[in-house]
C-alpha cells in the first residue's frame, strides 16, 4: 500500500502547546477522544492540555486521574499543572509526578480559578525554576478586571464592546511586565500565552533583550478577527483575553514574523453552541475551538505569500518544541519511529464548516472561512493517523506523554514501511 505524496510538503506536524481537551469534568463540552482526533484532522501531533478541568490538575492525584484519561489520545501530549494560589505545596508533586508545564491563572476564566497573588506567583517560580519546567501565563491582571467589571455591571452596560471596557490593554501589559520580572528574580522559564494586543510586545521584547528566558504564542483568532468582527458574530467572538483593533492584529502579525512572538497555537477551548449564543456577551462562554483549523488558516496566508512555509514550520513546531523542551525528539523532520509528519496540499480549498469539526465543540468564529492549503495526512510517530482527510481507525490509544517517549524505547511501528520511507521515495515537492 503506497500514499502518493507527488505534490505535497512533508513538514513536521504542528504542536499546539494550548488546549483545553476538557477532560475530567466538562465531557459535553470535549474529551480526550475527540480532541486528539480533531488534533489528528489538523496536523497536529502533538498537544499540552491546560489544567483547567473539573477536579483541575491541581496535585499528582489529578495528574493521574487526567493521564488516565488521556489514554483515549491519538497524538502525542503533554500535561499542564496548574500553579495557583492553595496548591504551592503540591508543585514539587506535580513536578516529581511528571507534568511537562505549569499554567498559572492570572487573570480570571472558564473554570473560575482563582488567581494567585503576587507571593504565591514568586513561591511557585522558586519551586518550578530548578526542574527547568516552563511556567505558561494567562497574562491578566484579575484585580484590574474585577475592579473594572464591577464598574460595568453597576452602570448596566453590556454591549460587546463592553466585554474589551473590562479587559483594557494595560490588564494584559501589566502581567506579562511583572511575570518577566518575577521569572527574571527566580530563573523560572515563562511563556506568555495568547498574546492578543500590541501593548504586550514591548515587555515581552524587553524581557527577551535583557535576557529572560521568556518566549510568547499567539493563536489565529488574534491574527484573523478583531473588533470589527463583533457586530458579525456576537457572543460566539467571545474569547479571553479578546480580540482587539486592526492594528493590535497588524502589530502581532509582524512580530510573530521577527520573532518576538515565538510561536503559533490555539488555545482550543470548546463549548456547546448554547453555552455560545447569549445576548449578553460575557454570559457566554469564552473561547472556541482551534486545533483543527489553525493550519489551514495559516497555510492560507503562506499560500498567498504573507509567510514562507519555512517560517511557518518554525512557529508551528520548531520552536513550540525547542521553548517545552522536546527539541529535537519532536519539532522537525525525523524518519522511522519518530515520524510526526503533516503532508500538506498547499493548493487544497476547503471551507471551515462547525458541522465537520472532529471537537465536540460544533461552534467556530471561522464559519464559511475559504481556506487554501491543508493537512492531507498526518503521522504520529511513523503511524497514520489522519489519511485523505479521514481519521485511520484504531489509531485511538496511540498517543502517548512526550515524558514517556523521551524514556521508553519506541517500539518499531508495524507499518513504518507506509511511513516516511516510503512517503519519501513517492517523491516530495
Ligand atoms: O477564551 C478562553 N477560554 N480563554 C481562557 O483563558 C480559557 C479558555 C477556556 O478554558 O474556555
Ligand atoms: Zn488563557
Ligand atoms: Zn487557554
Given at each position: 500500500e503506497v500514499v502518493d505524496v507527488t505534490g505535497l510538503?512533508?513538514?513536521?506536524?504542528?504542536?499546539?502547546?494550548?488546549?483545553?481537551?476538557?477532560e475530567p469534568g466538562y465531557t459535553h463540552k470535549e474529551d480526550w477522544e475527540t480532541g486528539t482526533k480533531a488534533a489528528a484532522m489538523g496536523g497536529v501531533t502533538t498537544v499540552f492540555e491546560m489544567p483547567n478541568t473539573n477536579p483541575p490538575t491541581r496535585s499528582v492525584t489529578e495528574l493521574r486521574q487526567k493521564q488516565d484519561c488521556a489514554k483515549k489520545a491519538s497524538v502525542d501530549f503533554g500535561i499542564y499543572g496548574l500553579l495557583a494560589?492553595?496548591?504551592?505545596?503540591?508543585?514539587?508533586?506535580?513536578?516529581?509526578?511528571?507534568?511537562?508545564?505549569?499554567?498559572?491563572?492570572?487573570?480570571?476564566?472558564?473554570?473560575?480559578?482563582?488567581?494567585?497573588?503576587?507571593?504565591?506567583?514568586?513561591?511557585g517560580f522558586e519551586i518550578v525554576a530548578p526542574s527547568g519546567l516552563r511556567i505558561s501565563l494567562h497574562a491578566e491582571t484579575a484585580s484590574i478586571m474585577a475592579w473594572r467589571q464591577a464598574r460595568l455591571d453597576a452602570a448596566g452596560r453590556h454591549a460587546p464592546l463592553d466585554h474589551i471596557a473590562a479587559r483594557p490593554e494595560v490588564v494584559a501589559i501589566e502581567?506579562?511586565?511583572?511575570?518577566?520580572?518575577?521569572?527574571?528574580?527566580?530563573?523560572?522559564?515563562?511563556?506568555?500565552?495568547?498574546?492578543?494586543?500590541?501593548?504586550?510586545?514591548?515587555?515581552?521584547?524587553?524581557?527577551?533583550?535583557?535576557?529572560?528566558?521568556?518566549?510568547?504564542?499567539?493563536?489565529?483568532?488574534?491574527?484573523?478577527?478583531?473588533?470589527?468582527?463583533?457586530?458579525?458574530?456576537?457572543?460566539?467572538?467571545?474569547?479571553?483575553?479578546?480580540v482587539r483593533e486592526p492594528k493590535d492584529a497588524k502589530a502581532i502579525w509582524e512580530a510573530l514574523q521577527t520573532g518576538v512572538v515565538d510561536m503559533i497555537a490555539t488555545d482550543h477551548a470548546p463549548h456547546t453552541p448554547e453555552e455560545k449564543h447569549n445576548d449578553i456577551i460575557w454570559k457566554a462562554d469564552c473561547?472556541?475551538?482551534?486545533?483543527?483549523?489553525?493550519?489551514?488558516?495559516?497555510?492560507?496566508?503562506?499560500?498567498?505569500?504573507?509567510?514562507?512555509?519555512?517560517?511557518?514550520?518554525?512557529?508551528?513546531?520548531?520552536?513550540?518544541?525547542?521553548?517545552?523542551?522536546?527539541?529535537?525528539?519532536?519539532g522537525r523532520i525525523a524518519v522511522g519511529a519518530h515520524a510526526d509528519i503533516a503532508a500538506v496540499d498547499m493548493a487544497r480549498e476547503e471551507v471551515i464548516r462547525a458541522e465537520n469539526l472532529h471537537s465536540l465543540g460544533k461552534i467556530t468564529p471561522f464559519e464559511g472561512r475559504k481556506t487554501v492549503?491543508?493537512?492531507?495526512?498526518?503521522?504520529?510517530?511513523?503511524?497514520?493517523?489522519?489519511?485523505?482527510?479521514?481519521?485511520?481507525?484504531?489509531?485511538?490509544?496511540?498517543?502517548?506523554?512526550?515524558?514517556?517517549?523521551q524514556s521508553m524505547p519506541t517500539p518499531e511501528p508495524k507499518n513504518v514501511d507506509q511511513t516516511l520511507a516510503t512517503l519519501l521515495t513517492e517523491g516530495v515537492t
Open positions: 510538503h512533508l513538514i513536521p506536524g504542528a504542536i499546539d502547546t494550548h488546549v483545553h481537551f476538557r494560589e492553595d496548591n504551592i505545596d503540591e508543585l514539587q508533586g506535580l513536578i516529581d509526578g511528571g507534568v511537562n508545564a505549569f499554567k498559572c491563572f492570572m487573570g480570571n476564566t472558564f473554570g473560575n480559578l482563582p488567581s494567585p497573588s503576587t507571593g504565591a506567583m514568586l513561591e502581567a506579562v511586565a511583572r511575570a518577566a520580572i518575577l521569572s527574571e528574580w527566580t530563573g523560572a522559564r515563562v511563556h506568555v500565552l495568547h498574546i492578543s494586543s500590541a501593548g504586550e510586545l514591548r515587555p515581552l521584547a524587553e524581557a527577551k533583550a535583557r535576557g529572560v528566558d521568556i518566549t510568547g504564542e499567539t493563536c489565529p483568532c488574534y491574527l484573523f478577527l478583531t473588533t470589527e468582527d463583533y457586530d458579525r458574530l456576537g457572543s460566539v467572538i467571545r474569547v479571553n483575553p479578546p473561547g472556541f475551538p482551534g486545533v483543527e483549523t489553525q493550519m489551514p488558516l495559516m497555510l492560507t496566508e503562506v499560500a498567498a505569500g504573507r509567510m514562507s512555509l519555512e517560517h511557518y514550520v518554525k512557529i508551528s513546531s520548531a520552536n513550540p518544541a525547542r521553548s517545552f523542551g522536546m527539541y529535537p525528539m519532536k492549503g491543508a493537512p492531507v495526512h498526518t503521522l504520529v510517530r511513523g503511524r497514520f493517523v489522519q489519511r485523505d482527510r479521514m481519521l485511520c481507525p484504531g489509531m485511538v490509544g496511540h498517543g502517548r506523554q512526550v515524558t514517556d517517549i
